[in-house]
């Protein structure tokens, strides 16, 4: 085996991390661990987008898996998937290899977050700010593996990704998506937003603690995109994201009452890390200190939707300090290596329907209907940037005729970042330095 050409063709694939920020795989397989974790916990609650995944593709997923296992030279590779999820468990048991195992894990959130994951699976604390490798461990998501799997023996490239879509939409859905297909044409396929919400609506991108609100509609789905979620524009989790940046700060200030909830739930403070948000809460609103602790948090949403009593955010109260820490050049400085978990850690794990009660979410957990068809809009939006790292530049122009798998826009010399490629057969109408548009 040749590691660099294959490596290579995994960059030429486009294939990036598809349950987080999409980091580029290729560099993460350059890694040389003894382990490899398949990231099959999908903790955000409602998303079925990896189950549905798993249950379709799971022997593809399971191949994906033993050709990284190779890649990075482990001893070998660990399923951590929820215990709950059973026929999904003895689908995969039937078809393990000797050297891959299932891990089982608790119903808990955020059991999916890699540094506790790495905790649960392997008891190894990942250093503050830093990476599974670090402690000899990489860990994939399900999909990852599963696109590995295809730009390795298939030679083809990531075009379409699973989605969930549900909330206030008349038929929740999973299905595996064109990439670059519009939200709209997802929420109409689901039967349209409930008639009762009438415009009274908004749309979150991703599950509902970690995603990020939608600005446009006609927005489309990219390779990190695991959920679409419509809710009322008054829920809970709506408000706080449209919290205005300049009154973050000065609610912490306002209202913190130093209960220390936020802290007892965190975590990145369970596993030992110097992360406690309601010290970080006080940095800023006593001291008025660029808290350099807030590089710590991975905005889990814990603090902010299942913990304060004042509907406060440490959460966005980090995720502002973090941008003003970057702008005045500090870096993180936290890189300590804790050897135990803090002993109220077990006590601590927040179930997952518990969360969901808290959340308001209750109403919105459905099985959703799994869809045998890929489902893709008549024109598409394709990304230039869906990857940690540089956008790709296009290669095409107006006019020009595209087929399905087909590169639109490279990455440039060795910048970090992901080829990018045409999930249709079509015609280009649209080409800018952010997207590409393709008509079927
Ligand atoms: S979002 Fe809150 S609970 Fe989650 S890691 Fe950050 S501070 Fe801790
Ligand atoms: S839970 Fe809320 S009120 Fe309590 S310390 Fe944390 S931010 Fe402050």
């Given at each position: 085996?040749?590691?660099?050409?294959?490596?290579?063709?995994?960059?030429?694939?486009?294939?990036?991390g598809?349950?987080?920020?999409?980091?580029?795989?290729?560099?993460?397989?350059?890694?040389s661990?003894?382990?490899?974790?398949?990231?099959?916990?999908?903790?955000?609650?409602l998303?079925?987008?990896?189950k549905?995944?798993?249950?379709?593709?799971?022997?593809?997923?399971?191949e994906?898996?033993?050709?990284?296992?190779?890649?990075?030279?482990?001893?070998?590779?660990?399923?951590?998937?929820?215990?709950?999820?059973e026929?999904?468990?003895?689908?995969?048991?039937?078809?393990?290899?000797?050297n891959?195992?299932?891990?089982?894990?608790?119903?808990?959130?955020?059991?999916?977050?890699?540094?506790?994951?790495?905790?649960?699976?392997?008891?190894?604390?990942?250093?503050?700010?830093?990476?599974?490798?670090?402690?000899?461990?990489?860990?994939q998501n399900?999909?990852?593996?599963?696109?590995?799997?295809?730009?390795?023996?298939?030679?083809?490239?990531?075009?379409?990704?699973?989605?969930?879509?549900?909330?206030?939409?008349?038929?929740?859905f999973?299905?595996?998506?064109?990439?670059?297909t519009?939200?709209s044409?997802?929420?109409?396929?689901?039967?349209?937003?409930?008639?009762?919400?009438?415009?009274?609506?908004?749309?979150?991108?991703?599950?509902?603690?970690?995603?990020?609100?939608?600005?446009?509609?006609?927005?489309?789905?990219?390779?990190?995109?695991?959920?679409?979620?419509?809710?009322?524009?008054?829920?809970?989790?709506?408000?706080?994201?449209?919290?205005?940046?300049?009154?973050?700060?000065?609610?912490?200030?306002?209202?913190?009452?130093?209960c220390?909830?936020?802290?007892?739930?965190?975590?990145?403070?369970?596993?030992?890390?110097?992360?406690?948000?309601?010290?970080l809460?006080?940095?800023?609103?006593?001291?008025?200190?660029?808290?350099?602790?807030?590089?710590?948090?991975?905005?889990?949403?814990?603090?902010?939707i299942?913990?304060?009593?004042?509907?406060?955010?440490?959460?966005?109260?980090?995720?502002?300090?973090?941008?003003?820490?970057?702008?005045?050049?500090?870096?993180?400085?936290?890189?300590?290596?804790?050897?135990?978990?803090?002993?109220?850690?077990?006590?601590?794990?927040i179930?997952?329907?518990?969360l969901?009660m808290?959340?308001?979410?209750?109403?919105?957990k459905?099985?959703?209907?799994?869809?045998?068809?890929?489902?893709?809009?008549?024109?598409?939006?394709?990304?230039?940037?869906?990857?940690?790292?540089?956008?790709?530049?296009?290669?095409?122009?107006?006019?020009?005729?595209?087929?399905?798998g087909?590169?639109?826009?490279?990455?440039?010399?060795?910048?970090?970042?992901?080829?990018?490629?045409?999930?249709?057969?079509?015609?280009?109408?649209?080409?800018?330095?952010?997207?590409?548009?393709?008509?079927?």
């Open positions: 085996m040749n590691k660099k050409k294959l490596l290579d063709q995994i960059k030429a694939s486009g294939v990036v598809a349950g987080g920020a999409g980091f580029p795989t290729y560099k993460k397989l350059e890694a661990v003894d382990t490899l974790i398949a990231n099959a916990a999908e903790c955000e609650p998303l079925y987008s990896d549905d995944l798993i249950k379709k593709k799971s022997s593809e997923l399971i994906g898996m033993k050709l990284s296992i190779e890649l990075v030279g482990a001893k070998k590779g660990i399923i951590a998937i929820k215990e709950k999820y026929d999904l468990i003895q689908l995969l048991e039937k078809q393990l290899p000797g891959i195992e299932i891990f089982l894990l608790p119903d808990a959130y955020p059991v999916g977050d890699e540094q506790v994951l790495v905790w649960e699976v392997l008891n190894r604390i990942v250093p503050e700010g830093g990476l599974p490798l670090e402690v000899g461990v990489v860990v399900v999909g990852t593996l599963f696109n590995v799997f295809n730009a390795l023996k298939n030679n083809e490239p990531v075009i379409s990704r699973f989605v969930t879509v549900l909330g206030e939409v008349e038929k929740p999973v299905a595996d998506v064109a990439i670059g519009s939200i044409y997802l929420i109409d396929y689901a039967g349209g937003v409930r008639k009762a919400l009438q415009d009274r609506f908004k749309i979150l991108e991703g599950g509902p603690m970690t995603g990020k609100l939608v600005e446009d509609i006609n927005q489309p789905i990219t390779k990190t995109t695991s959920g679409i979620i419509v809710l009322p524009e008054n829920h809970y989790i709506i408000h706080q994201l449209e919290a205005r940046e300049s009154l973050i700060i000065k609610k912490a200030q306002s209202y913190c009452c130093m220390q909830s936020c802290t007892e739930v965190c975590p990145r403070y369970l596993i030992g890390h110097d992360m406690r948000p309601d010290v809460m006080k940095s800023v609103s006593i001291f008025k200190r660029l808290d350099t602790t807030a590089y710590l948090c991975c905005e889990c949403g814990l603090c902010e299942y913990a304060c009593p004042m509907d406060l955010s440490p959460r966005l109260v980090a995720r502002q300090l973090k941008q003003k820490l970057l702008e005045a050049g500090i870096k993180n400085p936290h890189h300590s290596a804790p050897n135990r978990v803090h002993t109220i850690r077990e006590f601590r794990q179930p997952g329907n518990r969901i808290k959340a308001n979410l209750r109403k919105y459905v099985v959703p209907d799994s869809i045998k068809t890929k489902l893709s809009s008549s024109i598409i939006q394709i990304l230039l940037q869906q990857h940690i790292g540089s956008p790709a530049k296009p290669v095409v122009k107006v006019n020009d005729k595209v087929t399905q087909q590169v639109i826009a490279k990455m440039e010399n060795d910048f970090l970042g992901a080829d990018v490629h045409s999930s249709i057969n079509g015609n280009v109408i649209e080409v800018t330095d952010k997207f590409i548009k393709i008509k079927k």
